[in-house]
C-alpha cells in the first residue's frame, strides 16, 4: 500500500487554528490527531516552526514560508566565467 499524506502542513495549521486559536499546546495537538487519525509525530513535525517553548506552538498571523532565492543571475554568471576560464589562453 502507498504512501499517503493525509493532510498539508496547511491543512493542519488550518485545523488547529480554527479548533484552538492562534496558540495551542501538546495536549490540543494530541486531540486534534486523534480526531482527525493522524500521527502526533507527523503534525508536530509539520508545525516545527511555530514552536514556541517545549509543548507550545503559536500561528503567526501572515505568516508566509519565504520564498527561494533567484539563482538564475548567478548561474549564468557562473557559466560564463567557466567558459571564460575553460577558453584557450594564447602564451
Known amino acids: ?14 485545523g488547529l487554528r480554527s479548533n484552538y486559536g492562534k496558540e495551542f499546546t501538546a495536549p490540543d495537538v494530541r486531540g486534534f490527531c486523534a480526531a482527525n487519525d493522524i500521527a502526533y509525530q507527523t503534525v508536530t513535525k ?27 543571475s548567478s548561474m549564468g554568471e557562473f557559466f560564463n566565467k567557466q567558459r571564460e576560464y575553460d577558453a584557450p589562453c594564447d602564451i
Open 46 to 72: 509539520k508545525i516545527e516552526k511555530f514552536k514556541v517553548g517545549r509543548g507550545k506552538w503559536k500561528k503567526i498571523k501572515g505568516y508566509k514560508d519565504p520564498e527561494p532565492p533567484d539563482v538564475s
Open 1 to 14: 500500500m502507498p504512501f499517503e499524506i493525509k493532510m498539508t502542513e496547511n491543512q493542519i495549521i488550518d
